[in-house]
């Protein structure tokens, strides 16, 4: 079986600091990992994923994540936060063995970045 | 941008009554999927669809679901009779192909309320 788990519900962060916002994942085989955002009466737009190669891996709107097999873990990441960015978030994983698609989520984040 | 639509934005049904939301994917994309968030929980897979059948569904999709692509345009999900426990945003989503490394594109929800 696969799950996720996002440690905090919410984040809060000073604009233009560093934020992070934790993934940790379980899954048999070889992960697929993805980080959805979504903003207030819109639906889950897809910031970025890992499938294999680089650990860091580099998103929308100057989002990355970084993958860490060890701690089964894929946080997602931006070096200076923007007021704009505050919105629910979303880690999702796709089993290696899977061909038709299931995302398992975890149970998001809130971001909240104050000017 | 190409983006996935679905009607209606709000929906409000009285218990037992039927209902059918309505999706439609974007234009290229061949697989088709059906999420739902109950509020306060996590984002849940419902079923995937490909070439005109289901390829896989959850414990959740019960015989009260039933999901179809009637014109080659729309996906839609149909409740049968629907409970108060069935009152949450369902997401419909599609994606190019249906391997694990690919994204899914979701759209912005139906919120559907049981009374």
């Known amino acids: 079986a696969q799950s996720v788990a996002q440690p905090e519900d919410q984040v809060n962060v000073a604009e233009g600091n560093p934020l992070t916002v934790k993934c940790t994942y379980s899954v048999s085989g070889n992960p697929y990992l993805f980080w959805y955002v979504q903003y207030p009466n819109r639906g889950l737009q897809f910031l970025l994923k890992?499938?294999?190669?680089?650990?860091l891996v580099k998103g929308s709107y100057g989002f990355e994540a970084e993958f860490n097999k060890s701690q089964t873990s894929f946080h997602l990441k931006k070096p200076s936060a923007l007021v704009s960015d505050s919105a629910l978030y979303f880690c999702?994983?796709?089993?290696?063995?899977?061909?038709?698609?299931?995302?398992?989520f975890g149970q998001g984040t809130i971001l909240t970045v104050h000017p | 941008e190409p983006e996935v639509t679905q009607t209606p934005s709000h929906q409000v049904t009285q218990m037992g009554q039927e209902v059918i939301l309505r999706c439609v994917p974007i234009s290229n994309h061949l697989y088709f999927y059906w999420y739902r968030q109950i509020l306060g929980q996590k984002v849940e897979f419902l079923v995937s669809f490909y070439n005109n059948e289901i390829s896989e569904k959850s414990e959740i999709f019960d015989d009260q679901f039933s999901v179809e692509r009637p014109d080659g345009s729309n996906f839609t999900l149909k409740i049968r009779s629907t409970k108060l426990e069935d009152s949450a945003m369902y997401f419909c989503?599609?994606?190019?192909?249906?391997?694990?490394?690919?994204?899914?594109?979701f759209g912005q929800g139906t919120r559907l309320t049981v009374v």
């Open positions: 890992y499938i294999t190669g680089d650990n």
């Open positions: 999702a994983v796709r089993y290696g063995g899977t061909s038709y698609g299931k995302l398992t």
């Open positions: 989503a599609s994606s190019r192909t249906g391997g694990s490394s690919t994204e899914a594109f």
